[in-house]
């Protein structure tokens, strides 16, 4: 790379405020960024005006098509694109583009998920523009962030109610730093999302259809190594790695997305993406191309890149931590900062999270469950199915205290004594990390750590802010009317309350540890172990009415995304016991049939020249005696996958995959499996784990 060729190009394909600020007329410009900051609507003059200089900027960039960019419910993203021409008369083009084209967008939504909320007769939807999140050059089309909204204005996607969310926390959260006597125009979440990923030769994995078919392996025996020699973690990036990662970060770059940390992580051929943190939505949108540049850049090295939640079985799955705190202007409010004030103002932040956590910990969990995700949640590898948060021991020493001190009297200033001085400077250096914890407390902000790699990190950071806003509204109604004097007073009761209250979901222990199942269980916290036992949350009473109070998601979003979580699960399940027994019977019957063929041929010509071969002789039986029985588990597989399949009710349909289903699957892989260990390597017909992972 050239001499500063990084701050050249940083940006170059994003339509920054920077250009923004060039190329629209100032009084245009200011009101853009009112729609940007403070969320005022937008005039449709303003955005013919930001359409026409997006356009000429983008035509210089070699632009020849736009799209409206979504998030349907899918999780992925999804894009049409439309050219700028527009033909004249005379036989040539005029470029165009419109502020209504910038503004709203018609992609037919019969094709994409709706939970049923969309009858077919009203199939179309509607993309609005999320000036929040700058518009992008990819592949020379103008890629337009958008919102997908059905015509009746129930959200279609994610983005939808992350955006309604954050609008929820700033309302709630302003109201509270109003009683600290500040007045920030913008309140925001920032989100860190850490990426991992797997990467394995190319070749390799277009020979495995389960990876094709379902990005996971769903047979592969042990491999002969692991990672318990711990050396790939933060180990040395292998040149062909380097150069993929190399060109990552350069297209990110690019693209305004401040790729910042990349190393290897625990499992063989796993490695880590972590960008530096941005606004909530802005983060999340930067994590959905990040996954996009990650799968498609790796074909240039001759390598698939794998973000399945559990590509394999044996060594770590991948998961994505989604770093997150709220900002007013330009202060973390996280931060436990160095005045009384701002620690008691910090303290009710942090009691805020820790009862909203505690209040929503099935929903939160509700939020990361997946299919996927199912295999590494409680696999003594990701955090538990249970949710609790950690603290780290000066934080908790802290609580403690506040907890178990006595009611204060009415002398404000002396109750802020109460070891709250102590915070600060020993909370700025926690160092103390506790990587079983689902949701910790890291020094100025707080880890998710139970979301899944391929996952679209809305979903969970939509129960944060709503959950979040909804403690900050009840303090704000408590403390709204209290004296000044009273302020302190009353403001501290209510953190002390708010943490006695909920200070079963505090834990510091080991969260792999069976103690803490049982301990978890006494507390009364809930433990939701896969996604069909956590699917109900979705529709619980509880939920309908506290989404609707802050108008996030109303019931029928809601049963729509019940609906929708639930076929996706199904559905997945089934194109895995599908693949299942397609390669059974198409790819390991006939390989093993060949080599106990070849031994028996062999067994019978040694026999005529009278050499018995009793080794072989066994050898052929097992593998006869394997073939039978992986054609009995394919056979039953798919007799109960049919019979599931069948069933209406979505709920008994995933319970159905989870207990009937899932088994049968298991069944299958270990008799395949069993065979792998005895099959001559030149018969195996797919890549092993010891070829896929080991690669270098
Ligand atoms: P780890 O030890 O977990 O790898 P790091 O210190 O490297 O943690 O940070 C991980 C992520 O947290 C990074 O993406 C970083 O940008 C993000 N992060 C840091 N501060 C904040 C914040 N205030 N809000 C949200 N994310 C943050
Ligand atoms: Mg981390």
């Known amino acids: 790379m050239g001499k500063d060729k990084v701050t050249e190009e940083y940006g170059s394909l994003l339509f920054t405020d920077k250009v923004m600020q060039e190329r629209l007329p100032k009084p245009t410009y200011k009101e853009l960024r ?21 356009k000429d900027w983008a035509l210089e960039k070699g632009a020849t098509h736009f799209a409206h960019w979504f998030q349907p419910l899918t999780g992925i993203t999804s894009e049409k694109h439309d050219s700028f021409i527009t033909p004249k008369s005379d036989g040539t083009v005029l470029m165009s583009f419109s502020g209504k084209e910038l503004v709203q967008g018609e992609p037919d939504a019969s094709s994409f998920p709706s939970g049923g909320l969309r009858a077919t007769f009203e199939a179309r939807g509607y993309t609005a523009w999320d000036p929040t999140s700058p518009a992008f050059i990819k592949d020379e089309v103008l890629c337009i962030p958008t919102a997908f909204i059905s015509y009746t204005g129930e959200a279609l996607d994610k983005k939808t109610p992350l955006l309604r969310s954050q609008v929820a926390l700033a309302t709630q959260a302003k109201r509270v730093l109003k009683l600290f006597g500040r007045e920030p125009k913008r309140v925001f979440t920032t989100i860190g999302p850490e990426q991992e990923y797997f990467l394995i030769k190319e070749e390799d994995y277009e020979k495995r259809p389960d990876l094709v078919l379902t990005g996971r392996t769903l047979f592969g025996c042990e491999p002969v190594k692991g990672q318990e020699l711990e050396e790939h973690y933060f180990g040395t990036i292998r040149p062909t790695v380097n150069e993929f990662m ?11 997305v401040p790729a910042k940390t990349k190393h290897n992580e625990v499992a063989p051929s796993q490695h880590e993406l972590a960008p530096i943190f941005e606004q909530g939505s802005l983060a999340v949108d930067d994590n959905l191309l990040t996954m996009e540049k990650l799968k498609l850049l790796a074909t240039r090295h001759g390598l698939a890149c794998l973000e399945h939640e559990k590509p394999f079985e044996y060594v770590n799955g991948s998961g994505k931590h989604n770093n997150w705190s709220i900002c007013a202007d330009d202060k973390n409010l996280l ?3 160095d005045k009384p004030s ?3 103002q910090f303290l009710v932040f942090l009691a805020a999270l820790v009862a909203a956590v505690d209040e929503h910990a099935d929903l939160l969990r509700m ?59 020993v909370l700025r250096d926690n160092t103390d990390r506790n990587r079983t914890s689902p949701f910790a407390f890291t020094g100025n902000k707080f880890e998710f750590r139970m979301c899944g790699s391929q996952q679209n990190l809305s979903d969970p950071n939509v129960v944060l802010n709503t959950a979040v806003a909804e403690q900050c509204d009840r303090f ?19 953190v002390r309350h708010t943490l006695r209250d909920h200070q079963r979901v505090i834990f510091e222990g080991n969260g792999y540890s069976e103690e803490w199942e049982a301990e978890a269980e006494r507390r009364g916290l809930p433990n939701l172990k896969s996604t069909p036992d956590a699917l109900p949350v979705i529709v619980d009473p509880k939920t309908v009415e506290f989404y609707g109070k802050y108008h996030v998601l109303d019931e029928a979003e809601l049963h729509a995304r019940y609906v929708s979580k639930a076929e996706q699960y199904a559905k997945l399940l089934n194109i895995e016991a599908n693949t299942m027994v397609y390669m059974a019977r198409s790819l390991y019957m006939p390989a093993l049939s060949d080599f106990s063929g070849d031994l028996a041929t062999a067994v019978a010509t040694k026999a005529e020249i009278g050499i018995e071969s009793p080794a072989e002789k066994d050898l052929v039986k097992m ?61 195996w017909p797919v890549p092993t784990y010891n070829e896929m992972l080991f690669w270098v």
């Open 367 to 425: 939020s990361v469950a997946s299919a996927g995700n199912d295999h590494r949640l409680g696999a003594n590898e990701a955090p538990p199915a249970i949710i609790s948060v950690f603290l780290g021991d000066e934080l908790d020493a802290i609580v403690e205290a506040l907890i178990n001190k006595e009611e204060p009297e009415d002398h404000g200033s002396e109750r802020m004594d109460l070891g709250v001085p102590a915070l600060p400077s």
């Open 34 to 54: 009112q729609v940007i900051d403070e969320g005022k609507p937008l005039d449709l003059d303003i955005a013919n005006e930001v359409a026409h200089a997006m």
């Open 246 to 256: 190399k060109e990552v970060d350069d297209e990110l770059w690019k693209l305004g």
């Open 623 to 683: 593998v006869t005696d394997g073939i039978t029985a992986i054609s009995a588990a394919a056979a039953d597989l798919e007799a109960k996958n049919t019979e599931t399949q069948a069933l209406e009710d979505p709920q008994a349909q995933c319970n159905s995959y989870r207990d009937v289903v899932i088994p049968a699957m298991e069944t299958l892989r270990a008799a395949v499996d069993g065979m792998e260990k005895v099959c001559g390597a030149d018969y």
């Open 476 to 494: 704000a109604t408590k403390l709204e009317g209290v004296s000044e004097e009273e302020f302190t007073t009353v403001a501290l009761r209510w």
């Open 335 to 337: 931060e436990p900062g």
């Open 342 to 344: 701002e620690n008691l």
